[in-house]
């Protein structure tokens, strides 16, 4: 059995590539039960009361030449942050489908990124404008460069806007993202950026909004993926009721995302106003964008089978 570590994953998967790997996945017809969540109380670096949490993801391809079963255990330390270390912690491990036997273990963390951000990528490629140039971070969290990489390998994208309520960490990164090549600077006002912006992407653990409908004008695409539990939230109610909704799976983010949980369960929009997910968007069963003017708004709490699809193209790969 091998192990595959960040640095082999780094390797091993391109955002083209894996993208493309999860719409065949989310065409398909893969198992993908309900993950389990599970809270666990504590404290964070300064003594103040934390939710901590355990996630675990399984999925499975099913009967056929390639057939692979894996599963990725998750622990999510918010207060990491307090310490320098990232607040995700993981491990992937993958099995030979027709015959049990293990195949490979892989860093869980390093794959959280590299699939969330695809399937935002993948998402967009639907519901975002084609010729969107401008896009917004905000967050300066393990996923931020990913998201970008991601938008941009399917938008034309020419300048990015990096937002952090911690300021100096937003101007910190986007030097670092420069020094790479990307087209990023930070930016000290969240309102002017989003008002300036064709895509919106969050990735915070935000519990109140920062994501307001006033700001946002017309045939703007808005992407969350941060606010995973039911009482998080990075958008308002304002932009709920106005945006076109989509989400990843309804069974995920209609359970677990509090920025379709909490307004469905105030009434302010229902069940049947999101429109489609990315298994809709995928088998053509919904068109996605109808419109220039059109806001759209696509929220992710993450699914095992985008874990399953990056694993595979990792395998395949070795």
Known sequence: MRHFDQAQLDNSLTFPNLIESLRSAFAGNWTTPMRQHHGMPGFDHNGAEVENALLLMPAWTGPGAENFIGVKLVAVY?????????????????????????????????????????????????????????????????????????????????????????????????????????????????????????????????????????????????????????????????????????????????KEGGDLAIPISQGVISRDDILADLHDLTRGTHPGRTSTQEVTYFKSVGTALEDLAGAIAVWQAR
């Not at 399937?119 to 990913?146: D, K, V």
């Not at 090549?181 to 309102?191: I, M, Y």
């Open 78 to 254: 918010p207060s990491n942050g307090q310490i320098d270390l990232p607040s995700i912690h993981g491990l992937y491990y993958l099995i030979d489908g027709n015959t049990g036997q293990p195949l490979a273990t892989m860093d869980g963390a390093r794959m959280t990124v590299w699939r969330t951000a695809a399937a935002s990528a993948l998402a967009s490629s639907y519901l975002s404008r084609p010729e969107s140039s401008t896009l917004t971070m905000i967050g300066t969290g393990a996923l931020s460069p990913f998201m970008i990489r991601a938008h941009m390998a399917v938008r034309p994208i020419t300048e990015v806007f990096l937002w952090n309520h911690n300021i100096r960490r937003a101007h910190e990164l986007a030097e670092e993202l420069r020094d790479q090549g990307l087209p990023v600077t930070s930016h000290p006002d969240l309102v002017t950026a989003v008002g300036k912006s064709d895509i919106v992407c969050a990735a915070t653990l935000t519990t109140t909004p920062l994501i307001f409908g006033k700001w946002v004008k017309p045939g703007t695409h808005i992407d969350t993926v941060g606010a995973f539990t039911p009482t998080m939230r990075e958008t308002d109610d304002e932009l709920v009721s106005m945006a076109s909704l989509f989400c990843d799976t309804r069974t995920g983010a209609l």
